[in-house]
C-alpha cells in the first residue's frame, strides 16, 4: 500500500509564495514520474507539473517561469514552489505520483488528498 502526505498550502497575498510538498510513503520500489495537479470546482483537474525520473519536467503554460518542481528522490518526495502567485492560481492542489511497487510490476498512478491554495488579497 502506498501513502501520499501533502502539506503547504494556506492563503497568500498576490505576489506572494508557497512552496508545496508531497512525499510517498509505503511499498515503493521506484518512482516514474511525480507532479501536481490542480482543480477550481466546475472545471477538469489540469496539469500544473511534472517531473519524470529521467530529469525531464514539464510546465503548463500558465505557470511556466513562476512555478518550479523539484525532487527528493531519497526521500520519495516532490515539491513544487511557488512565486509570483496570482488569484487565478487559487485552486486545490493535487501531488499525483506514478511508481512501481515491487520489481518487475507495472507503473501505478496515486493521488494524494489535495490542499487548498487561495491567493486573494
Known amino acids: 500500500q502506498v501513502q501520499l502526505v501533502e502539506s503547504g498550502g494556506g492563503l497568500v497575498q498576490p505576489g506572494g509564495s508557497l512552496r508545496l510538498s508531497c512525499t510517498a510513503s509505503?511499498?515503493?520500489?521506484?518512482?516514474?514520474?511525480m507532479g501536481w495537479y490542480r482543480q477550481v470546482p466546475g472545471k477538469p483537474r489540469e496539469l500544473v507539473a511534472r517531473g519524470y525520473t529521467w530529469d525531464i519536467t514539464t510546465y503548463s503554460d500558465s505557470v511556466k517561469g513562476r512555478f518550479a518542481l523539484s525532487r527528493d528522490n531519497a526521500k520519495n518526495t516532490v515539491y513544487l514552489q511557488m512565486n509570483s502567485l496570482k488569484p487565478e492560481d487559487t485552486a486545490v492542489y493535487y501531488c499525483?505520483?506514478?511508481?512501481?511497487?515491487?520489481?518487475?510490476?507495472?507503473?501505478?498512478?496515486?493521488w494524494g488528498q489535495g490542499t487548498q491554495v487561495s491567493v486573494s488579497s
Open positions: 499525483n505520483v506514478d511508481l512501481i511497487e515491487q520489481r518487475g510490476g507495472s507503473p501505478r498512478l496515486y
Open positions: 509505503g511499498n515503493i520500489f521506484s518512482t516514474v514520474s
